[in-house]
């Protein structure tokens, strides 16, 4: 992945020093993108098209965008599920329905980011620090065995307020880290993991390269709502 320079403007567009939380989504700290092709490869590798990783997660995420826009009551591992058989379908490899249930099922073994356990090792020195629980979750046993490998707790989106109550901090002390723009509902100040295909975000919102700029830049980030003059560039 191509780092952003130093000059960006998406850098140079909050502190982390001035949050004393910090909320992230999930997916920020999992390697989906590995984890979905790990698994994928095995049953696409039965049909005569030779596809790159890039050409697979293309692929694979418009048939979930597509699914979740139409299925939106849809669990988590059904929705991929189903994303699974319509890929396969539309390469003209034959996947059963147990094999698809199979590979949703996958997402319990999704890796880490190499750099989440020691990143927010170190923001928990000065920080406090949950994982989010949204719609695009992956299965509680992802969850719980990550949460306890990042020693850090994770809320449900619903419970964010009353925890930040709990803490004694308003909203405006904290800083909600999320790799999808289309899933940021709080109110709290916002930072984009970039991610293939979120370019357009960058202007928008604070972007990051990777986890461990929060820790290796703090200083070259300013007051967020400077974001707001970037926008009409």
């Known amino acids: 992945m ?9 850098l140079n567009s909050m502190n982390t020093n001035r949050y ?46 597509r699914i979740t826009s139409t299925f939106h009551s849809k669990s988590f591992t059904r929705l991929h599920a189903l994303a699974c058989l319509d890929l396969a379908a539309s390469l003209a490899v034959r996947v059963t329905t147990q094999e698809s249930l199979t590979f949703s099922l996958s ?3 999704w890796p880490l980011f190499a750099e989440a356990r020691s990143t927010l090792q ?19 046993p992802l969850l719980v ?12 989106e ?9 803490m004694g901090l308003r909203p405006s002390q904290a800083l909600h880290i ?16 970039r991610r293939p295909g979120n370019k357009r975000y960058w202007r928008r919102k604070m972007a990051i390269d990777c986890l461990s700029d929060l820790i290796q830049a703090p200083e070259c980030l300013d007051e967020v709502r400077c974001n707001q003059g970037l926008a009409g560039r």
């Open 2 to 10: 191509q780092a952003l320079p130093s000059s960006h403007p998406a």
């Open 20 to 65: 004393q939380a910090l909320v992230f989504d999930l997916d920020t700290l999992v390697d989906q993108d590995t984890g979905l092709v790990n698994a994928l490869l095995p049953l696409l590798a039965r049909g005569s098209v030779a596809l790159t990783r890039t050409e697979v997660l293309s692929r694979y995420y418009t048939e979930l965008a």
């Open 107 to 109: 997402a319990e073994r």
């Open 122 to 140: 170190s923001l928990c020195r000065s920080h406090d620090v949950v994982i989010l629980i949204n719609e695009s979750s992956p299965p509680i």
């Open 145 to 156: 065995a990550h949460e306890r490998q990042l020693a850090t707790i994770a809320i449900r």
């Open 158 to 166: 619903d419970e964010l307020g009353d925890w930040l109550k709990a």
């Open 178 to 193: 999320s790799s999808n723009p289309q899933l940021i509902k709080t109110k709290l100040d916002k930072c984009l993991m």
